[in-house]
């Protein structure tokens, strides 16, 4: 049951991966992550709040546009969970041929079968049958593996005992009750960017309803001007409310900000909630935060009679997509 694997969730952080073919690994000056959807987002976390790595996100076929030089001196690491990510076995195989410093994360699949017909490393991640986006414990702690993060596993490993899954299951419940019958827009500062990203998938993952994300100061410059509605178009923008992740270490500046929009928003009468990021620690406040994204997409599934877990969706466009080839 879901509920279960959200309040297991911390569980995860006790995981200690393994690489093998460690040897096989190469120095490096830059990280490249290759992956799609949910075995993509411990990067995102990872490029915002890691250890000064500088890291390329990538979620396409083949490779990032960069020259032979610059590759050469990265590290590419294919990132699929199910293990047999279209476009990261592609990504994968361009790496081998090119004679890349490669490696991979994966439950299993394609890609584990090709690390260890060519002798790349590779971390196998516990398959514990959840879907990827709530793997998010598994993939962080291998990436911080693979790329040498030693901080970082013993940051993420403590928190296995510091989140609290009660306290974030009663706030995600009060959320989903608030945002009956309205779509969600995730609000953040910039360097919270990833957190209201990963907010906004978990909704349309796991509740099954549109939802939407930006950051400030961005948001200010454009996307708020959507929302000054008139007789004309307050239909068009009714269903809408807007979750605001407020975070104390934001800048003073951001802060005012947050409040002069929420004055603007509930001035055309629009409902605006708060989340607030805490915990003694970045990778604390990152993951209670998580946590109640979790409970919050799972209690609003609940309220559409939606499955939660599975994405029916998703696996119906691949059928085709592999049917058409």
């Not at 799609?36 to 076929?61: F, P, Q, T, V, W």
């Not at 609000?187 to 978990?202: D, G, M, P, V």
């Not at 509930?266 to 607030?276: H, I, K, P, Q």
Request: hydrophobic share 40%.
């Amino acid at each position: 049951m879901m509920e279960n694997i959200i309040k297991n969730f911390p569980g995860q952080f006790d995981f200690e991966p393994v690489i093998e073919n460690k040897e096989k690994l190469r120095s490096f000056s830059k990280i490249i992550v290759a992956g799609m959807g949910g075995s993509n987002l411990a990067s995102e976390l990872l490029k915002n709040y890691g250890n000064n790595y500088e890291i390329i996100i990538h979620r396409d076929y083949g490779l990032p546009s960069l020259n032979d030089s610059v590759l050469s001196q990265s590290l590419i690491i294919a990132s699929s969970y199910s293990g047999n990510t279209e476009e990261v076995l592609d990504a994968f195989n361009l790496a081998i041929s090119k004679s890349l410093n490669i490696a991979a994360i994966s439950i299993g699949g394609r890609i584990l079968k090709l690390a260890e017909s060519s002798g790349a490393p590779y971390i196998r991640m516990p398959d514990t049958g959840v879907e990827p986006r709530l793997a998010l414990g598994f993939s962080l702690r291998a990436l911080m593996k693979l790329i040498g993060d030693e901080e970082g596993l013993k940051e993420t490993k403590a928190l296995s005992n510091l989140l609290d899954s009660d306290k974030s299951q009663k706030e995600g419940q009060f959320l989903a009750q608030s945002l009956e019958g309205y779509m969600p827009v995730i609000y953040s500062s910039l360097k919270n960017a990833a957190i209201a990203c990963i907010w906004k998938i978990k909704f349309n993952e796991t509740a099954k309803i549109p939802s939407f994300y930006n950051s400030f100061p961005e948001l200010n410059h454009n996307e708020m001007t959507g929302f000054d509605i008139n007789n004309a178009t307050k239909d068009l923008s009714r269903n809408f409310k807007f979750i605001f992740l407020e975070d104390g270490e934001d800048g003073e500046k951001i802060k005012k900000r947050m409040t002069v929009t929420r004055k603007l928003f509930e001035d055309r009468g629009f409902a605006v909630l708060a989340s607030e990021l805490s915990g003694h620690s970045k990778w604390q406040k990152v993951f209670n935060s998580l946590l109640v994204a979790d409970f919050a997409s799972f209690y609003s599934a609940g309220f559409y009679g939606n499955e939660p877990e599975k994405v029916p969706m998703v696996e119906e466009f691949k059928n085709i997509i592999r049917e058409s080839i």
